[in-house]
T-cell receptor, first 110, second 115 residues
Framework: GEDVEQSLFLSVREGDSSVINCTYTDSSSTYLYWYKQEPGAGLQLLTY?????DMKQDQRLTVLLNKKDKHLSLRIADTQTGDSAIYFCAEMTGGFKTIFGAGTRLFVKA | DGGITQSPKYLFRKEGQNVTLSCEQNLNHDAMYWYRQDPGQGLRLIYY???????QKGDIAEGYSVSREKKESFPLTVTSAQKNPTAFYLC??????????????FGSGTRLTVV
């Protein structure tokens, strides 16, 4: 069935790069997303990538997509304490349903 | 400013009570969704609606009910049949299912606790 998996925790030092990884199972996915959730809040759409793209860059964020391995990553350059949050990977399947991963909690140490 | 508003932010329910969570959007979005979030788990879809007066069950609809009488509003009722309702509930909207580049707009959530 459809599933999105990501590791639950990541800890980095302030100023380093963070890389959050995600794997998905539906090969007919059209869009893949990264959302950010701060404590006690809803999710905010950070960025998306269309399934025919390999890479998308948006300021400090770089998204890489490996369709062959069904692997998506989010790189945050120069990670700041304000980047501490939960990051959710999500895919829009061929049936226009959006499936979310469990979220990766990013800790940024000063 | 356009957005999606959930209320209340915190809600306490006694055993055996029904409670209703409010979700209102002024984004003119056609589709609205309810998700449940538990620690360490992904978002699980409870119900969704693509147009007024129509809605479909998601993956965990048992013990919940919804209505969609107006485009702007999609309230969720947690009934006494829901045995483990303590969770964080998120409402979301999108222009229409299938318009992927817009993603979803989420509300700020309601934390429901059974006392």
């Amino acid at each position: 069935g459809e599933d999105v998996e990501q590791s639950l925790f990541l800890s980095v030092r302030e100023g380093d790069s963070s890389v959050i990884n995600c794997t998905y199972t539906d090969s007919s996915s059209t869009y893949l997303y990264w959302y950010k959730q701060e404590p006690g809040a809803g999710l905010q759409l950070l960025t998306y990538i269309f399934s025919n793209m390999d890479m998308k860059q948006d300021q400090r964020l770089t998204v890489l997509l490996n369709k062959k391995d069904k692997h998506l990553s989010l790189r945050i350059a120069d990670t700041q304490t304000g980047d501490s949050a939960i990051y959710f990977c999500a895919e829009m399947t061929g049936g226009f349903k959006t499936i979310f991963g469990a979220g990766t909690r990013l800790f940024v140490k000063a | 400013d356009g957005g999606i508003t959930q209320s209340p932010k915190y809600l306490f329910r006694k055993e055996g009570q029904n409670v209703t969570l409010s979700c209102e959007q002024n984004l003119n979005h056609d589709a609205m969704y309810w998700y449940r979030q538990d620690p360490g788990q992904g978002l699980r879809l409870i119900y969704y609606s693509q147009i007024v007066n129509d809605f479909q069950k998601g993956d965990i609809a048992e013990g919940y009910s919804v209505s969609r009488e107006k485009k702007e509003s999609f309230p969720l009722t947690v009934t006494s049949a829901q045995k483990n309702p303590t969770a964080f509930y998120l409402c979301a909207s999108s222009p229409r299912q299938g318009l992927g580049l817009y993603g979803y707009t989420f509300g700020s959530g309601t934390r429901l606790t059974v006392v």
